[in-house]
């Protein structure tokens, strides 16, 4: 599967970095580097060589694991840093997190926290990996041609996050 982490203890590729700039070379697209803490694999962020710390779906639009017990100094430090760079917790526990691990890098299991400069454009590019556009899936970032073929109601149903209206006040 493109996108798939390699087997543990494999040596990475790419430029060597500090971690704030393997993580700002992350952010802007970059499929390889490494740092003394942390390298990157196509689309993820790994700590340890391993650990999953991030999926980058789209440019500055991450899912970022909510839990790392192995590795929870660089999880705050990539959190810390996303900060810096204007991106921020816009879905804590996002829904479709899991969901677009899978279709984009076959990574099921986990629980992800979404990252954004803006909720908007985040939760659409979000449901964009959901819906598994091939672009999304083969690490392009321009959109398929052909498109995703269905919609996310088509695909999901009753799973979709939807805004609540508000309540009507209760007359008492």
Known sequence: ????VLPPYGEPTGPRLALEDLI???LSGARTGSSEEAHIE?????????????VRIAPRVLLVRDRVPDADGEKAALEK???HRGLHNVEPDARLGDIAAIQTTGIRGLVWDLWGEDPATAHRELERAVLADDAVAFGS??????GVG????ELLGDLRPTERA???DDPE
């Open 150 to 153: 269905m919609t996310l109601d």
């Open 24 to 26: 700002d070379t992350f």
């Open 166 to 168: 508000a309540e009507p």
């Open 81 to 83: 840093f996303l900060t």
């Open 42 to 54: 196509d689309a993820q962020l790994l700590a340890h060589r391993m650990t999953v710390l991030a």
């Open 141 to 146: 970032e321009i959109p398929s041609a052909q």
């Open 1 to 4: 599967m493109p996108g798939s």
